[in-house]
T-cell receptor
Framework: GIQVEQSPPDLILQEGANSTLRCNFSDSVNNLQWFHQNPWGQLINLFYIPSGTKQNGRLSATTVATERYSLLYISSSQTTDSGVYFCAVVSSRRDSNYQLIWGAGTKLIIKP | EAQVTQNPRYLITVTGKKLTVTCSQNMNHEYMSWYRQDPGLGLRQIYYSMNVEVTDKGDVPEGYKVSRKEKRNFPLILESPSPNQTSLYFC?????????????FGEGSRLTVL
């Protein structure tokens, strides 16, 4: 099945820094979403971005579907950005059952 | 407000005591699914439903049942919970039956089985 790899696995930054998180996937996808899981376990939808570029405030994302990767940019980090960031994809295969296949996540810690 | 609502959010129970985790969405979505999240194993799909009265197994269906009697609700039933079902559970939904579209997640239900 499709594989999803995220890097880096861990990232520690000072408040105000910028960061780039990467997601590589091994096959064509119909869906790619970025999530933030906060320390209370809630999954927060950041972007639905199977292709192209989107921006939402300090966050932006780019997916280059032909090259099978996506990037999540966080600018001017705040302590509330801490948590785990997941990339998840749905394979284009017809038998995918629209199941999201998840990367292992990037654990981000923002220090004040 | 468009949302997926799960209840309970937190539950501690004992082995063998039947429980139901409810999931309701107010977006008229056709597709709904359940995931569990475990350390080191990530999120795995338990069951999914393409529409009313249509359900099917995901990767880890053992020990769970679901029903889809109406479009908005997709309860997850643990007939006889066991400690290995201690986990963080998420319900998700999306519009349409096509193989595209954004999945919207509930806030999660943290279940502990003693």
């Amino acid at each position: 099945g499709i594989q999803v790899e995220q890097s880096p696995p861990d990232l520690i930054l000072q408040e105000g820094a910028n960061s780039t998180l990467r997601c590589n996937f091994s096959d064509s996808v119909n869906n790619l979403q970025w999530f933030h899981q906060n320390p209370w376990g809630q999954l927060i939808n950041l972007f639905y971005i199977p292709s192209g570029t989107k921006q939402n405030g300090r966050l932006s994302a780019t997916t280059v579907a032909t090259e099978r990767y996506s990037l999540l940019y966080i600018s001017s980090s705040q302590t509330t950005d801490s948590g785990v960031y997941f990339c998840a994809v749905v394979s284009s295969r017809r038998d995918s059952n629209y199941q999201l296949i998840w990367g292992a996540g990037t654990k981000l810690i923002i220090k004040p | 407000e468009a949302q997926v609502t799960q209840n309970p959010r937190y539950l501690i129970t004992v082995t063998g005591k039947k429980l139901t985790v409810t999931c309701s969405q107010n977006m008229n979505h056709e597709y709904m699914s359940w995931y569990r999240q475990d350390p080191g194993l990530g999120l795995r799909q338990i069951y999914y439903s393409m529409n009313v009265e249509v359900t099917d197994k995901g990767d880890v269906p053992e020990g769970y049942k679901v029903s889809r009697k109406e479009k908005r609700n997709f309860p997850l039933i643990l007939e006889s919970p066991s400690p290995n079902q201690t986990s963080l559970y998420f319900c998700a939904s999306k519009p349409g039956r096509a193989n595209t579209g954004e999945l919207f997640f509930g806030e999660g239900s943290r279940l502990t089985v003693l």
